[in-house]
């Protein structure tokens, strides 16, 4: 017990000064004493690793850049340098910035690395719909850091949303077009397609770190490699006694691959031992193989607002544009890479991390308007850590796991309206700590479920939802299928459980110590708190005394209104407009014409996208048949412009006062920023729109 009770005080210490900010747990120094607080769980991991024992509990301390063991570094001010303004991009002079920082990020690589600084300003990307792209990193050592991440620092604005000809492909939903995208190109193979290293022989419990192989010609210490099998009887196994759902499909049509990421620390004859814990029960019966990987890494981002122009009425999944429009970083194939004291602003999904490992995302926070995603990590990645994100936006899902993500740990997160999602594909060991919350969910297609398997630990979690709730983690006919989670001092809100579909049911209403499992975890497996635990809370803490960027709000009069004012066809504008489903399908509800297809408009092209596709929506809710817009030039007090009319379709009952509807009092809100205004009419049994725009001054 006293070994147990120097790691609580050495976690405590370490995190007293945060709870402020982000202890929604009560524990202190003060109860660090309270021998009746302590975790009999953490109690029998302490003893078994003392012991020299495999572990009940899963070891999550291996999740963050470098595996949680060093401090990430600070840029050296001597090290090589490559400014954005050298390379032709300028902040605050309304050009598109996109190449410019993209030659400083190729000269940057072609250095062998380096750090691509962009100074305080704002730098716009994709300023035109016309020539929309994504920045690249694809070389190792490549650190994107800016002047800082709130008021008076670095922004990167992005104008124009992503999406293609055809803005309603549902694929694009989720893994479409990002702003910046950090990537290994060699990584972009299918696991499927990958060469075969060797063919493992031997059979390897959870939590161990070796495996016997047929042969080791193609191996080397320091390898990074996949551990891979395709065989649905590893799903069989880990389920067990449950049974696989015939809408299961990705695994009872064995589609689906079983994957961990692995760095080879030693060779020992056919021995291999990895430098982190195997987390499945590896049987040789099942075809397990090494798969080749060569990952970027030492990869950064740092100290920069990301900003989007998806300030619109969001709905969830009405849209690409709604779902992925503004997506802003993508990190797929990296290892030991992060992204730190960053914000996210009217964004779709700040960061999405696919195949890659020990990937840190500190000091983040989401603000704006409502959006898609907070940081979601997906397929086959292991050991990532999303620690002291705040998503003041509210997004549908919140810290978000999907396709076989193994490790991850999501450690002090909150937001408004947050939920713990686990987003199908089966994720394994996963580890929600201290987080703040109002909801257990889940999603994505029934073909992947379960959406969650074994090992997904609930710790300390501060559940505030607006009602009680009751959960039964086992109905495969439902969502939230998860596979006997645990739950530890889960307290908050009233909550209620199946305990039969849990394996764990712990200090129920009441927070545990150690407060934090992966620190103290992580503590007691590195000997000491590592320094880096305490750094990036009091980062924290002096992130959130400082004001972020000033942004637009639709609903609030007083905001600040950033324009980028353009001359566009208004034929392109309704022509991808129309195209965008509203119900996530491939249906085109609303067609247009125009007196004359070269009109053009000067103004700010967001302001008239958003609104227009909000009233469409307004029509949209009350009739989804022969909906019409009609596009003509204007001249009002001397001032050219557009006027544009959205009529609906008969209305199969009552007209509801229109002006009422939500999506109507935002459209006009963002008209009248521009100079504009919107007039209802209503005839019979339809109702039109008539928005009058003005040409704003060329800039």
């Known amino acids: 017990m006293a070994a147990i009770l120097l790691v609580i005080l050495a976690l405590c210490s370490a995190c007293h000064t945060v709870d402020a900010v982000y202890g929604e747990g009560e ?13 009999p769980t953490w109690q029998k991991y302490v003893d078994q690793k003392q012991q020299g024992l495999v572990t009940d509990l899963p070891d999550y301390s291996w999740a963050g850049y470098e595996r949680g063991e060093r401090s990430i570094p600070e840029v050296d001010a001597t090290a090589d340098r490559f400014v954005v303004t050298d390379f032709g991009a300028h902040p605050d002079d309304l050009l598109d910035d996109r190449r410019g920082i993209q030659s400083a990020i190729d000269a940057a690589e072609a250095n062998g690395g380096g750090v691509v600084y ?28 800016g002047a800082g991440s709130r008021a008076s620092g670095t922004i990167i ?10 803005p309603h492909d549902f694929r694009r939903m989720h893994l479409g077009d990002n702003l910046l995208l950090i990537h290994a190109g060699r990584e972009e193979k299918r696991l499927s397609e990958r060469r075969v290293l060797c063919k493992i022989t031997g059979d390897s419990d959870r939590e161990t770190f070796d495996v016997e192989v047929d042969h080791t010609q193609q191996l080397s210490v320091g390898d990074h490699v996949y551990l891979y099998a395709r065989n649905k009887a590893v799903i069989e196994k880990a389920i067990a006694p ?3 759902e015939e809408a299961w499909t990705s695994t009872t049509q064995n589609k689906s691959y079983t994957v961990e990421i692995h760095e080879i620390a030693a060779i020992n004859d056919n021995r291999v031992t990895f430098a982190e814990p195997i987390r499945y029960d590896i049987k040789a019966e099942h075809q397990w193989e090494l798969r080749e990987r060569a990952p970027l890494s030492h990869v950064g981002v740092e100290d920069i607002a990301f900003m989007g122009n998806g300030w619109h009425p969001y709905k969830h999944h009405r849209s690409g544009m709604d779902d992925g429009g503004w997506s802003m970083i993508k990190i797929k194939g990296v290892t030991d890479s992060y992204v730190r004291r960053c914000s996210f602003i009217h964004c779709s999904q700040s960061v999405y991390v696919a195949q890659s490992s020990y990937v840190s995302l500190l000091n983040i926070t989401q603000a704006g308007n409502p959006g898609h995603h907070s940081p979601r990590v997906v397929f086959h990645s292991y050991g990532v850590l999303g620690g002291l994100i705040n998503d003041q936006a509210g997004c549908t899902h919140g810290p978000s796991l999907q396709g076989g993500a193994l490790g991850t740990v999501f450690w002090r997160w909150k937001g408004v309206d947050g939920s713990i999602d686990s987003h199908a594909g089966k994720p394994y060991t996963s580890l929600y700590d201290n987080v703040c919350v109002n909801r257990i969910s889940s999603s994505g297609g029934r073909r992947s479920y379960p959406q969650h398997l074994r090992n997904l630990m609930l710790w300390n979690v501060n559940l505030q939802a607006d009602q009680p709730r009751h959960y039964d983690f086992w109905q495969p006919e439902k969502s939230n299928v998860f596979m006997m989670p645990m739950v530890v001092g889960m307290h908050g809100s009233e909550v209620t459980f199946n305990e039969e579909h849990l394996a764990l049911l712990e200090s129920h209403g009441q927070p545990v110590l150690p407060e934090s499992l992966y620190e103290s975890q992580l503590a007691l497996r590195l000997g000491e708190m590592p320094d880096w635990i305490r750094d990036v809370q009091e980062q924290q803490e002096a992130l959130d005394a ?20 353009e001359t566009f066809y208004v034929y392109r504008m309704l022509d991808y407009l129309t195209h965008l489903s509203l119900q996530a399908y491939d249906s085109k509800l609303f067609t247009f014409t125009m007196n004359d297809d070269q009109l053009i408009l000067n103004t700010d092209q967001s302001f008239v996208r958003h609104a227009v596709y909000a009233l469409m929506h307004a029509i949209y809710q009350q009739t989804q048949h022969a909906n019409t817009i009609h596009a003509e030039a204007m001249t009002t007090t001397g001032v050219n412009g557009i006027r544009l009319a959205l009529a609906s379709g008969p209305v199969n009952r009552t007209m509801p006062d229109m002006d009422a509807d939500p999506y109507v009092t935002d459209a006009r809100a963002i008209v009248e920023r521009i100079g504009g205004r919107i007039v209802t009419e209503y005839a019979g049994k339809s109702v039109r729109f008539v928005v009058e725009v003005p040409d704003q001054p060329a800039r």
Do not use: C
Request: hydrophobic share 40%; aromatic share 10%; glycine share 8%.
């Open 27 to 39: 524990a202190s120094v003060g109860s660090a004493l309270d021998d009746a607080r302590v975790s």
């Open 118 to 145: 962009l100074p305080a300003g704002r730098y716009l990307i994709n300023t035109q719909m016309a020539d929309r792209g994504t920045l690249t990193i694809e070389a190792d050592h490549v650190i994107l850091k």
């Open 157 to 166: 604005h992005q104008i124009h949303p992503f999406g293609g000809g055809n």
């Open 242 to 244: 449950f049974v696989l």
């Open 546 to 565: 400082q004001a972020l960027p000033a942004y637009y709000d639709r609903r609030d009069p007083q905001s600040p209104t950033w324009f980028y004012p």
